[in-house]
């Protein structure tokens, strides 16, 4: 069968729905299902290849977010009418702006059914973009649009548990299927910590705690700041590592600088998904996440799977990634606590090979081909004639929807 993706987000720019989409891509075909995406054109080199099944939309950079590109409605419209779409049996919004408005578009005009998946918390991000506006008035604002773009389709994808649950108390009443990002768990046990470490020109032996991922305000990165001040209270040598870029990247290097912390918390930039990110992972000691917006945490699954033991705050969908697992610390949202946690996890160097077997056990639970098999059971499900399945847990079980 064959899926039309819809995105306003994709690779060059990184981001979890960027990585959520190609993770997917990949491993469909070998499950019977071929995609082709509709995306923005980011110009340059890093677009400029032709790319098998992708449709490339022209577009401008958002205000305020020179990342994002907004792309062009009529070119974006006769890309997709341009398309055999009756080859098509299904059509899979993966972000509410254009995308969104393209694929409902579609689905008025083919009839196809047409799935969207909710990758982003937009009640709790609309604020760090629009400081100037009444939050009360951002969140009701988002609430609504979540609700009326969900009830507008056949089926919902919600990346986590924690998510689906905030999606009904939105209103939404279209069946919700519970379905996380797998991740390449193969890829991210090959890293080579020392490698990296000896690059970088940090400490063989000095603990890092290591955060991956965009370096946004909406990270609660300015959290880890107060635990690496609490990490030097306690006079801990643990120092904090953030890999990523992003547009509080400035802001946090400053007040790195003005807090007196350029001994206890570095910065590498954003690294190569395909080799210098497992190498990350590898010379980590712990992970530290802060978040409580992440509708899943796949970084946190990425960290697990190269044998690292995380600290995190169980909050939204992270909760459904560190329950039950052994290599997870979750401790309350307070800096003196989560030092304190880290502090004890880094205590015991002859925990390590417990702790890393853990994480790697626990992550292989997740894995993208697991994950690609039920979305692909999904798409057949609701191509069939009359179909409407019913919604699926985390582990692919029968719930409530």
Same mark, same amino acid.
């Given at each position: ?13 990184i ?16 499950h ?11 110009g ?6 032709? !790319?098998a099944?992708?449709?490339r939309?022209?577009?401008? =950079? ?8 907004i792309?062009?409605?009529? !070119? ?52 760090h973009y ?13 609430r ?33 299927h ?6 390449p768990?193969?890829?991210?046990? &090959? ?11 940090f400490?063989?032996e000095?603990?890092?705690?290591l ?7 909406? &990270? ?16 801990? =040598? ?18 790195? &600088?003005s ?14 998904? !395909? +080799? !210098? ?7 980590? +000691? ?13 970084v ?16 939204m969908?992270v ?15 307070e ?8 502090? +004890? ?7 390590k ?11 292989a ?10 979305l ?20 692919? &079980?029968?719930?409530?929807g």
């Open positions: 069968m064959r899926v039309l993706m819809l995105s306003d987000v994709y690779f060059p720019r981001n979890g729905v960027s990585t959520s989409i190609e993770t997917f891509r990949r491993q469909l075909p070998e019977g299902v071929a995609t082709t995406l509709l995306a923005p054109d980011y340059g080199e890093a677009t400029a290849a032709v !790319e099944d992708i449709l939309i022209a577009g401008r =950079p958002v205000p305020g977010d020179p990342e994002d590109r792309m062009r409605w009529r !070119e974006a419209c006769r890309a997709v009418d341009a398309l055999p779409l009756a080859d098509y049996d299904a059509i899979h919004i993966q972000t509410p702006f254009l995308a969104h408005h393209l694929g409902s578009r579609l689905r008025r005009k083919t009839g196809l059914p047409t799935v969207v998946t909710y990758h982003t918390l937009f009640e709790d991000y609309l604020h629009a400081p100037w506006a009444p939050r009360v008035a951002l969140r009701a604002l988002a609504r649009l979540s609700r009326q773009q969900c009830n507008a389709v056949d089926a919902v994808i919600a990346p986590s548990s924690a998510m689906a649950e905030r999606l009904r108390a939105y209103g939404v009443c279209q069946p919700i519970i379905l996380p990002t797998g991740i768990v193969a890829h991210y046990a &090959k890293g080579n910590g020392r490698r990296f470490r000896a690059r970088h020109g400490n063989a000095r603990p890092l705690a955060y991956v991922g965009r370096l946004a305000f909406e &990270k609660n990165l300015h959290f880890l700041l107060d635990v690496a001040e609490q990490l030097r209270q306690k006079q801990s =040598p643990a120092r904090i590592l953030l890999a990523g870029d992003g547009p509080a990247n400035a802001p946090l290097r400053e007040a790195v &600088k807090r007196g912390l350029t001994d206890c918390v570095a910065f590498v930039g954003y690294l190569s998904r !395909e +080799d !210098e990110l497992p190498d990350c992972y590898a010379a980590a +000691d712990a992970f530290v996440f802060g978040s409580k917006t992440e509708t899943q945490g796949l946190l699954l990425e960290a697990m799977a190269a044998g690292v033991p995380v600290v995190c705050l169980a909050e969908g909760r459904d990634v560190v329950a039950d697992c052994p290599a997870a610390r979750t401790p309350p949202d800096a003196g606590a989560f030092a304190e946690a880290l502090i +004890d996890l880094l205590a015991d160097p002859a925990r090979t417990t702790l890393a077997a853990a994480a790697r056990a626990h992550a639970e997740w894995s993208d081909a697991a994950m690609a098999a039920r692909a059971t999904l798409y057949r499900q609701l191509a069939a004639p009359g179909a409407r399945p019913i919604p699926g847990d985390l582990h692919g &079980k029968p719930v409530q």
